[in-house]
């Protein structure tokens, strides 16, 4: 569809919105977006291509100048220059400190907001559009935007000596207010954030939320950068929402998964669904100053299920699972996993897989042995994930779709062919709204569901 069959409205109480012209079956891709601005998050730095954001292995290269950026091939690098050759320089001036992600993705948007160049992503809805939340700020928040803005003068300043002289347009701390999201300075960290001091100020700005952007996540469903998409910006929240938003690489795909009537409000979820009504609620009044009154946060159905169990057992598998950071190394993997099996064997008979956390952990666990190679474990685990998944992502959900995937992948690796066809059909019929057909994603998929029907058919 074209963007000119969605169009911006007054959403009643929460300011705009958008909405189609007509009327849409589920699985349609409504919009196709470009980044105004992208960055690798920082956990994630050197593991993934700068450009593409798509391969993680070894054999990523290096830019010789900063050491910091990373590519998976001479075109990537040739193709992301334009992006990075200013970042590159600041990046090397500050070494070996690495700003925050807030402060790399705000220095980009002012070198692209110098360069003024003309991107598709705008066509809704422009960077100058974006709402800053300044006026929810309270004047501990402001000084924190501050600090921020003068973090990002400290980390431009071989590009930019002079800030007075940047058109007013680019002033650094209408961007933060603009990018970052109020919420994260209700904490009272910044009474000791010096703009001197770069390790703590970059420790506490990491846990930082950004409010107008985007989590890029890669086809594993893992979150890889934050980008910033202005026309999407518009489009406002529901923990059920009518359609959903995933990456190929770094471009941006709305899609919608019902059916969707002429004038109704477009609407994805900001947060992670999967958690029970009163943390969502806590979750979006911080991060986003609002209050939801979706269906799911009214009849608050799943609550009971999503906690069974004892109590005390799932608080400490919920700290478990929070402490828990993306590992780098195999040793950290089996450190990880040896956590999970502890936590699972000493829980056995006293929380259901339907408790969140416990669900989490069995995601964790599988995750650990996939990424040790320990085929027969991760396919035990994930197939205790599917009923739950089953449960609290019922309809189309590209969470579920990519869960499906794997452990279809999984059956298959262990040879349980007519199980594996099965799981990856599942998928397929999900993945086929979520992401549809041309996802390189599905295209994996296609790929494994004809391998495990060539071979069902020689056997
Ligand atoms: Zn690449
Ligand atoms: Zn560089
Ligand atoms: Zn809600």
């Given at each position: 569809m074209e963007p000119a069959a969605l169009e911006r409205f007054p959403s009643p109480g929460r300011g705009s919105g958008l909405r189609t012209r007509r009327r849409l079956r589920p699985g349609e891709l409504l919009y196709r977006a470009q980044p105004f601005a992208y960055i690798v998050s920082k956990e994630q730095l050197g593991g993934v291509c700068e450009r593409c954001l798509r391969s993680r292995n070894e054999h990523l290269q290096r830019c010789s100048q900063c050491k910091v950026a990373k590519y998976c091939g001479k075109s990537c690098q040739k193709e992301a220059w334009l992006d990075h050759k200013q970042e590159c320089r600041c990046l090397k001036s500050v070494e070996p400190n690495i700003p925050p992600d807030s402060v790399r993705l705000a220095g980009r948007i002012v070198f692209k907001l110098l360069r003024q160049s003309v991107c598709l992503s705008e066509r809704l809805y422009s960077f100058s559009n974006l709402q800053s939340n300044i006026e929810q700020l309270s004047e501990e928040m402001k000084d924190g935007l501050r600090h921020l803005a003068q973090t990002l003068q400290l980390y431009l300043k071989t590009e930019i000596q002079d800030v007075s002289r940047l058109p007013p347009a680019i002033d650094f701390f209408q961007i933060f207010t603009k990018v970052m999201n109020p919420g994260c300075f209700l904490e009272p960290f910044w009474e000791f954030v010096g703009v001197q001091c770069w390790v703590r100020l970059f420790s506490v700005v990491d846990t930082v939320v950004t409010c107008n952007c985007f989590t890029i996540s890669n086809g594993e469903m893992q979150d890889v950068g934050v980008g910033l998409y202005p026309s999407m910006s518009l489009l406002n929240h529901s923990c059920d929402p009518n359609c959903v938003i995933v990456f190929e690489g770094y471009q941006l795909l709305l899609r919608s998964v019902r059916e969707i009537q002429i004038g109704e409000e477009l609407t994805i979820s900001y947060i992670e669904s999967l958690v029970p009504t009163s943390e969502r609620q806590k979750q979006l009044m911080r991060q986003y100053c609002f209050e939801c009154d979706c269906p799911l946060c009214q009849d608050q159905e799943k609550d009971a299920e999503k906690l069974a169990g004892e109590e005390h057992a799932w608080k400490e598998v919920k700290d478990a699972v929070n402490e828990?950071?993306?590992?780098?190394?195999k040793e950290e993997w089996e450190r990880i996993l040896a956590r999970c099996q502890n936590l699972l064997s000493s829980n056995m008979g006293r929380l259901p897989d339907t408790n969140i956390y416990q669900l989490k952990m069995l995601d964790c666990a599988m995750d650990a042995c996939i990424n040790l190679e320990s085929w027969e474990e991760a396919l035990y685990y994930g197939s205790r994930t599917l009923g739950p998944y089953r449960l609290y992502y019922p309809g189309f959900h590209p969470l579920r779709a990519v869960q499906l995937m794997r452990v279809g992948k999984l059956q298959y690796s262990q040879d349980m062919f007519p199980q594996a066809l099965e799981t990856l059909k599942q998928a397929y019929n999900i993945m086929k709204v979520t992401?549809?057909?041309?996802h390189s994603l599905m295209q994996a998929l296609m790929e494994i569901k004809e391998q495990c029907e060539a071979v069902m058919r020689t056997q």
């Open positions: 828990m950071r993306y590992p780098k190394s992401h549809g057909a041309d």
